[in-house]
Protein backbone atom coordinates (compact mmCIF):
# COMPACT_ATOMS: atom_id res chain seq x y z
CA UNK A 1 0.00 0.00 0.00
CA UNK A 2 1.73 3.07 -1.51
CA UNK A 3 5.44 1.25 -0.31
CA UNK A 4 4.95 1.87 3.38
CA UNK A 5 5.73 -1.23 5.41
CA UNK A 6 4.45 -2.26 8.39
CA UNK A 7 7.26 -0.03 10.83
CA UNK A 8 5.87 3.31 9.06
CA UNK A 9 2.29 2.53 9.48
CA UNK A 10 2.49 1.68 12.57
CA UNK A 11 4.98 5.22 13.17
CA UNK A 12 1.87 7.10 11.28
CA UNK A 13 -0.89 5.68 13.55
CA UNK A 14 1.44 6.76 16.34
CA UNK A 15 2.07 10.11 15.61
CA UNK A 16 -2.31 10.41 14.40
CA UNK A 17 -3.08 9.03 18.24
CA UNK A 18 -0.56 12.05 19.70
CA UNK A 19 -1.69 14.94 17.41
CA UNK A 20 -5.21 14.23 17.51
CA UNK A 21 -6.02 11.85 21.12
CA UNK A 22 -8.18 8.64 21.61
CA UNK A 23 -11.14 10.58 22.40
CA UNK A 24 -10.59 12.23 18.24
CA UNK A 25 -10.14 9.94 16.23
CA UNK A 26 -13.51 8.15 16.22
CA UNK A 27 -14.84 11.70 14.88
CA UNK A 28 -12.54 12.51 12.85
CA UNK A 29 -12.91 8.40 11.04
CA UNK A 30 -16.85 9.41 11.60
CA UNK A 31 -16.57 12.63 9.58
CA UNK A 32 -14.17 11.43 6.84
CA UNK A 33 -16.73 8.50 6.01
CA UNK A 34 -19.98 11.13 6.21
CA UNK A 35 -18.00 13.09 3.18
CA UNK A 36 -17.37 10.09 1.83
CA UNK A 37 -20.99 8.82 1.49
CA UNK A 38 -22.06 12.10 0.49
CA UNK A 39 -19.75 12.62 -2.29
CA UNK A 40 -20.65 9.04 -3.90
CA UNK A 41 -24.17 10.03 -3.30
CA UNK A 42 -23.45 13.68 -5.05
CA UNK A 43 -22.07 11.15 -7.70
CA UNK A 44 -24.95 8.91 -8.71
CA UNK A 45 -27.55 11.88 -8.57
CA UNK A 46 -25.08 13.41 -10.97
CA UNK A 47 -25.11 10.31 -13.52
CA UNK A 48 -28.63 9.55 -13.33
CA UNK A 49 -29.10 13.26 -14.34
CA UNK A 50 -26.82 12.96 -17.55
CA UNK A 51 -28.23 9.29 -18.22
CA UNK A 52 -31.98 10.53 -17.98
CA UNK A 53 -32.55 14.19 -17.59
CA UNK A 54 -35.91 15.52 -16.50
CA UNK A 55 -38.04 17.56 -18.90
CA UNK A 56 -37.71 20.81 -16.84
CA UNK A 57 -39.26 24.17 -18.18
CA UNK A 58 -36.77 26.67 -18.43
CA UNK A 59 -36.95 29.81 -16.35
CA UNK A 60 -37.56 32.93 -18.99
CA UNK A 61 -35.79 36.29 -18.12
CA UNK A 62 -38.30 39.31 -17.29
CA UNK A 63 -38.57 41.18 -20.36
CA UNK A 64 -38.39 44.79 -19.81
CA UNK A 65 -42.10 45.59 -20.19
CA UNK A 66 -42.18 42.98 -17.03
CA UNK A 67 -39.48 44.57 -14.88
CA UNK A 68 -40.86 47.11 -12.40
CA UNK A 69 -39.72 50.85 -12.20
CA UNK A 70 -38.05 51.81 -9.22
CA UNK A 71 -39.21 55.24 -7.32
CA UNK A 72 -35.73 57.30 -6.54
CA UNK A 73 -35.85 55.18 -3.23
CA UNK A 74 -38.65 57.03 -1.52
CA UNK A 75 -39.73 53.77 -0.43
CA UNK A 76 -36.72 52.83 1.25
CA UNK A 77 -36.44 52.84 4.98
CA UNK A 78 -34.25 55.41 6.68
CA UNK A 79 -31.00 54.32 7.74
CA UNK A 80 -30.32 53.78 11.24
CA UNK A 81 -28.02 56.37 12.79
CA UNK A 82 -24.56 55.12 14.80
CA UNK A 83 -24.68 57.77 17.00
Keep these: ?12 LVAI ?3 FGAKRI ?3 AG ?5 IREFKKN ?4 QKEIEAPEA ?5 LPSTSDR ?6 DDRPEPKKLI
Design 17 to 19: LLL
Design 56 to 60: RPIDR
Design 68 to 73: VERDNG
Design 1 to 12: MFGLGPGEMLMA
Design 31 to 35: SFGKG
Design 26 to 28: PEI
Design 43 to 46: MSDV
